[in-house]
């Protein structure tokens, strides 16, 4: 079973569009993350969500939202994508007890 | 913010070689990972070591979080060990993780 999933693995769009990346956890963690990491391999954190409390980097454009339907959900809209926006995508989880942060497999986003 | 720096940037060894990776951070922190992305992109949590020392199999990690670096030490390194190797802190409670900028491993068989 995996513990983070994310869906698409792999999304090819046009500039202007809009589009959505989704992510499910089962491990019962409270605190999720996404990630965007560019095409030199630089991670940064874009948002954390914790029982409806949302901490946004203030770098990230307001393009960008994430939507928790549920707990074990944190899905990321972006409205009308660019072409700075191609990038791997990671959603992450906490564990509270250690601290330690369990990574999705990434999905990578190319902008034509 | 806090600055995080990863040296060497780029490391090549021959298997069955040690090796020790580096993150400098520029303020204390309360929270330090270690994480392995492998060539498919996957990222594993290798090491949650705010300070102290830890040590899994070949790999250990020690932080000197008063002189603010963190080391990763890789013995008999393995073709598999291969990837980039990423360090990352936070200064509060929040988790919002600050990455390095990593240093990029390939081991020869």
């Known amino acids: 079973d995996t513990a983070v999933s994310q869906t698409p693995k792999y999304l090819v769009t046009q500039m202007g569009n809009d589009k959505s990346i989704k992510c499910e956890q089962n491990?019962?963690?409270?605190?999720m993350y996404w990630y965007k990491q560019d095409s030199k391999k630089f991670l940064k954190i874009m948002f954390s969500y914790n029982n409806k409390e949302l901490i946004i980097n203030e770098t990230v454009p307001n393009r960008f939202s994430p939507k928790s339907p549920d707990k074990a959900h944190l899905n990321l809209h972006i409205n009308s994508l660019e072409l700075g926006d191609s990038a791997v995508y990671f959603c992450a989880t906490r564990d509270r007890v250690t601290d330690t942060q369990y990574f999705g497999p990434g999905t990578r986003l190319t902008v034509l | 913010g806090i600055q995080v720096e990863q040296s060497p940037p780029d490391l090549i060894l021959q298997e069955g070689a040690n090796s020790t990776l580096r993150c400098n951070f520029s303020d204390s922190v309360n929270n330090l990972q270690w994480f392995h992305q492998n060539p498919w992109g996957q990222l594993i949590n290798l090491f949650y070591i705010p300070s102290g020392t830890k040590q899994n199999g070949r790999l250990s990690a020690t932080t000197v979080a008063t002189e603010r670096y963190s080391l990763l030490y890789i013995s008999s390194s393995q073709t598999t060990d291969s990837g980039v190797y990423f360090c990352?802190?936070?200064?509060?409670?929040?988790?919002?993780?600050?990455f390095g900028g990593g240093t990029r491993l390939m081991v020869k068989p």
């Open positions: 491990l019962g963690h409270d605190t």
């Open positions: 990352a802190v936070d200064r509060n409670a929040g988790n919002m993780l600050t």
